[in-house]
């Protein structure tokens, strides 16, 4: 047998081995450069789980407000008054949901420049840049979510805030001083204020930054590092910076609409009749219906402000469960005793304090002292909307700072004692240490926590309070707030909307 290679063999191996560096060659034209390849794997990628759940929550969160605040409230004021109330709070979320979509969202969460502290700026007006490719973060490291879907999800926050304030004023102010009010607050008021709360770079801008941090070798690298944490922290509004705890918004919408609506129902003046007549609910079928509502959307307002399926989500859940079985238990036996009889109001507005109460602290305490702070917050709301409101005579006519604002406070220095895991809470969290790769609990303070708390609650009253009182005045300077008495007298539903809630 011939071993030797001919020419045409040689010939033939060559063109053989060519063909096989060519195609090494395009293979490798097409592969990404390590580098590359490791820069794609770390970008994280929303889960499709996590999206399903925020977008299932911000329909729940909807929910709450239309038709749940509308038919809880619209069951409380009288027949005449029924359809106003409706109306009003459909065109709120309206109107927010168009304000929150051209400038509201930038305002929220992007970076305010010089004025971050208190307010974000106009990067993303008229959703420049969300697209649905674009990511917002959540609180887990490499966990991310899609923006549109966090956007619409905060949209639905910032559309109920403001619906809850028109029960303090219910029945006694034009819709057109509502209306203008309503887009002033928003703007001047509720995005600020969600502003210096929720706003911060996001738990993986923080972690990047300390691991720097951690790498730097020497003096000048080391200080480099430093800085570009310290930035990152500052990134943040003046609230969060300070370390305080806010889950789903007991000072961004329970105390910020409670005290907005306690300043309106005293500058706009009490009801015609307030205190010489009887100014019944004319449906606690209605308000019943509403409050049930709430708390079936309320689900998607605590869990769904995890931003991701996991076990905190199911905590949030199980928190804002027994909490409010327990205040609306408590509010129930507390006025049974008190006044003789066990009330469907009473069963309702307890359910309803228990799940304002629990809303700052649903993902950070454990079930036990959630179901205490249920049964403890319905008393307390309980004396506000009774003793306190008759010893001083303000017309908060559906207890809104009875409930939201005074329950608010409650669950908000709550928070600062029940997140310790002593009490079953899940602690603090610092994203600058990394245990296994993950983010470690951080050292918990309950006393430091408490004042941080009790800071948050007097900067959102006085922003909110202060702000609401300007604003009130501007608005009865350049519409007038309350309609003529005889048509108070006639009732809002047809002097403002030529429309009656019945026909009969």
Known sequence: MNCVPTKTGLKALGLALAGVALCACAAYAQTPAPDAAATAAAAPVPNKGDT???????????????????????????????????????????????????????????????????????????????????????????????????????????????????????????????MLFVLLWVTVIYFPIAHMVWYWAGPDAIGDAAKELAKAVDETAKAAAQAKLDAVNLDAGRVFQSGALDFAGGTVVH?????????????????????????????????????????????????????????????????????????????????????????????VSGAVAGLVAVTPASGYAGPIGSLVLGLTVSPLCLFFVSTVKNTFGYDDALDVFGVHCIGGIVGALATGILVSPALGGVGLTDYTNFANGNASTAPFDMIAQLIIQAKAVGTTLVWSGVGSAILYKLVDLVVGLRPAPDHEREGLDVTDHGERAYNY
């Open 52 to 178: 399903a759940w925020l977008l299932v929550s911000s329909v729940l969160v909807l929910m709450m407000s239309i038709p749940g605040v509308a038919l809880f409230y619209g069951g409380l004021v009288r027949t005449k008054n029924m359809l106003s109330v409706l109306t009003q709070v459909f065109a709120i979320v309206a109107l927010v949901g168009v304000v929150w979509t051209l400038y509201g969202y930038s305002m929220a969460f992007t970076n305010g420049g010089i004025a971050n502290d208190f307010v974000g700026g106009f990067s993303k007006i008229f959703l420049n840049g969300v697209t649905a490719s674009s990511t917002a973060a959540t609180f887990s490291n490499g966990v991310v979510v899609p923006e549109l879907a966090y956007f619409v999800f905060q949209m639905t926050f910032a559309m109920i805030t403001p619906a809850l304030i028109v029960g303090a004023f219910a029945e006694r102010m034009k819709f057109s001083a509502v």
């Open 255 to 347: 105390i910020n609409a409670g005290i907005a609506g306690l300043v309106g129902a005293l500058i706009v003046g009490k009801r015609i009749g307030y205190g010489r007549e009887a100014l019944p609910p004319h449906s606690l079928t209605m308000t019943m219906i509403g409050a049930a509502l709430l708390w079936v959307g309320w689900f998607g307002f605590n869990a769904g402000s995890n931003l991701e399926a996991n076990g905190v989500t199911a905590l949030a859940f199980v928190n804002t469960m027994v909490a409010t079985a327990g205040a609306a238990l408590s509010w129930l036996l507390v006025e049974w005793a008190v006044k003789g009889k066990p009330s469907l109001l009473g069963l």
